[in-house]
Nanobody, 121 residues
Framework: QVQLVESGGGLVQAGGSLRLSCAASGSIFSINAMGWYRQAPGKQRELVAVISSGGSTNYADSVKGRFTISRDNVNNTVYLQMNSLKPEDTAVYYC???????????????WGQGTQVTVSS
């Protein structure tokens, strides 16, 4: 089992900043990609940002230049720094991690429980 625990969501005014964190724990052999997704009411879950184990990143066009994803490979933690927040960023943000668990090396694809981000206008 690999568990992901998110923190850092909340209520912020437009133009403000928030930092999300997600820590992975459990029987982890290695983690490849870690990422953040979001789901607004009535909409499908969408990719926000993803980062590989080597540090390569990819962002949704809507957040480029405002959000920054980073990770701590020693502590199996991924972060999302969100600046210049807009009301349309309001959503539940989910952490995702993909990799391999042990002792028998098998693939995992785990999700966090989600954290609410609300941006007021």
């Amino acid at each position: 089992q690999v568990q992901l625990v998110e923190s850092g969501g909340g209520l912020v005014q437009a133009g403000g900043s928030l930092r999300l964190s997600c820590a992975a724990s459990g029987s982890i052999f290695s983690i490849n990609a870690m990422g953040w997704y979001r789901q607004a009411p009535g909409k499908q879950r969408e990719l926000v940002a993803v980062i590989s184990s080597g540090g390569s990143t990819n962002y949704a066009d809507s957040v480029k230049g405002r959000f920054t994803i980073s990770r701590d490979n020693v502590n199996n933690t991924v972060y999302l720094q969100m600046n210049s927040l807009k009301p349309e960023d309001t959503a539940v943000y989910y952490c995702n991690a993909q990799g391999y668990r042990r002792p028998v090396v098998t693939r995992f694809d785990s999700w966090g429980q989600g954290t609410q981000v609300t941006v007021s206008s």
